[in-house]
């Protein structure tokens, strides 16, 4: 099922932004073609998905994050987006319940590879709620929840009461109808910095922080992958956002995602951040 057998400690998200030092992947599935393509795209095509897949692995590796990669288990074409399985806190893993009835069981099935891997259980949303876990943006000590026609009340207000546990300031971030998800419109580079597609959420959720725009026409740039404060990972397709970032500070690790991009998955939801120093 993996390719490690690693065991993990009590300590995990020691800091949101910090550096990532191990990531849950799951390989792409053959239904990944069936996915309805964004628009203007081709439709996805598995054997570059899982070119591009291993490449996103070996990428981690070489930046010294631990991979935990598992094989699909079911036909839905978004099971590689891994980070909708769980949210990572300090102390242990809090499940999700994901918006989509052919995701459901894959909390079950990441609650047993954390009971494998000794990771902490920090709750789990329950029904009736529904919560993605890429509509969870963790970022210093705030936790930014999503609130679109994804997940409800419900499973964002249990979300809510274990991260105030866990001593987060929680704010729910409107999205825009076109968003794919908070994770895909804004990314944290930085405890107190974040990058977000124009348009797409609630401008007034970010005060406190340190916001840098990216350019209209590439709408899922913001989706990276925190590697480390000022260190991302990102789909190279955005020249103009790669270009910004770098002029603000900012490490980029551009590698091909496009077959991901195609179905609106991005690098931010293909790990599911299990450890930060």
Same mark, same amino acid.
């Given at each position: 099922?993996? $390719?490690?057998?690693?065991h993990f400690g009590p300590r995990l998200v020691g800091t949101p932004t910090g550096t990532l030092r191990?990531?849950?992947?799951?390989?792409?599935?053959?239904?990944?073609?069936? @996915?309805k393509p964004l628009a203007g795209e081709p439709g996805a095509v598995y054997a570059w998905a899982t070119e591009q897949h291993a490449v996103l692995r070996k990428t981690l590796e070489y930046f010294g994050v631990e991979t935990i990669v598992l094989e699909p288990h079911a036909e839905d074409p978004y099971e590689s987006a891994a980070a909708d399985a769980a949210v990572a806190f300090e102390d242990g893993?809090?499940?999700?319940?994901?918006?989509?009835?052919?995701?459901?069981?894959e909390a079950d099935r990441m609650k047993a590879e954390f009971a494998r891997i000794d990771v902490p259980l920090a709750g789990h949303i329950a029904a009736p709620g529904l919560l993605d876990g890429s509509d969870?943006?963790?970022?210093?000590?705030? @936790?930014?929840v999503g609130v679109s026609a994804r997940g409800n009340a419900i499973g964002r207000s249990g979300?809510?009461?274990?991260?105030?546990?866990?001593?987060?300031?929680v704010v729910e971030v409107k999205l825009a109808p076109a968003a794919q998800c908070l994770r895909a419109v804004v990314g944290a580079v930085a405890k107190d910095t974040l990058v977000i597609t124009p348009g797409q959420s609630d401008p007034s959720a970010?005060?406190?922080?340190? $916001?840098?725009?990216?350019?209209?026409g590439e709408e899922l740039a913001a989706g990276v992958? $925190?590697?480390?404060?000022?260190?991302?990972?990102?789909?190279?397709?955005?020249?103009? $956002?790669?270009?910004?970032?770098?002029?603000a500070g900012i490490t980029v690790e @551009?590698?091909?995602?496009?077959d991901f991009h195609k179905v609106g998955i991005t690098p931010s939801m293909l790990a599911l951040a299990l450890k930060r120093d």
């Open positions: 099922m993996t $390719t490690k057998t690693a191990a990531a849950v992947l799951v390989k792409p599935t053959r239904a990944i073609e069936k @996915a893993a809090m499940l999700m319940r994901p918006t989509s009835m052919s995701r459901r069981a969870v943006l963790l970022v210093g000590e705030t @936790a930014f979300f809510s009461e274990v991260a105030r546990a866990h001593g987060y300031r970010w005060q406190g922080f340190r $916001t840098i725009e990216l350019a209209r992958l $925190t590697l480390g404060e000022h260190h991302v990972l990102a789909d190279r397709r955005y020249r103009t $956002t790669l270009g910004t970032m770098r002029k @551009a590698i091909d995602l496009y």
